[in-house]
Nanobody, 126 residues
Framework: QVQLVESGGGLVQAGDSLRLSCAFSGRTFINYAMGWFRQAPGKEREFVAALNYNGGRTNYAESVKGRFTISRDNAAKMVFLQMNNLKPEDTAVYYC???????????????????WGQGTQVTVSS
């Protein structure tokens, strides 16, 4: 069974940076593509970023492109989301997710992911 544990969230001001981390355990990490999603109060969960098993393929939501960077450390079984120039509209609970079915891809659709973390809160004040 895969376990994902996010960390690094917090309260920041607009323009600040945060780095989210997700620790993976329970299976062979390199067999999974990984993604980050977020859910703001009263809204549906939305795609943020994803990358394939070796980080060679990435996808970003248009709203974060150029500000956020997803990366992974396969030796440490970690995936990261570097978030720069944060905006109040980035406020949400951020979730890490793992996709076993297409390790070569970087899927945008949440239903394609098999395992989810518990989430970490990011709040950006104006």
């Amino acid at each position: 069974q895969v376990q994902l544990v996010e960390s690094g969230g917090g309260l920041v001001q607009a323009g600040d940076s945060l780095r989210l981390s997700c620790a993976f355990s329970g299976r062979t990490f390199i067999n999974y593509a990984m993604g980050w999603f977020r859910q703001a109060p009263g809204k549906e969960r939305e795609f943020v970023a994803a990358l394939n098993y070796n980080g060679g393929r990435t996808n970003y939501a248009e709203s974060v492109k150029g500000r956020f960077t997803i990366s992974r450390d396969n030796a440490a079984k970690m995936v990261f989301l570097q978030m720069n120039n944060l905006k109040p509209e980035d406020t949400a609970v951020y979730y890490c997710a793992a996709d076993i079915d297409d390790a070569w891809g970087a899927a945008r659709l949440s239903y394609l992911y098999d395992y989810w973390g518990q989430g970490t809160q990011v709040t950006v004040s104006s």
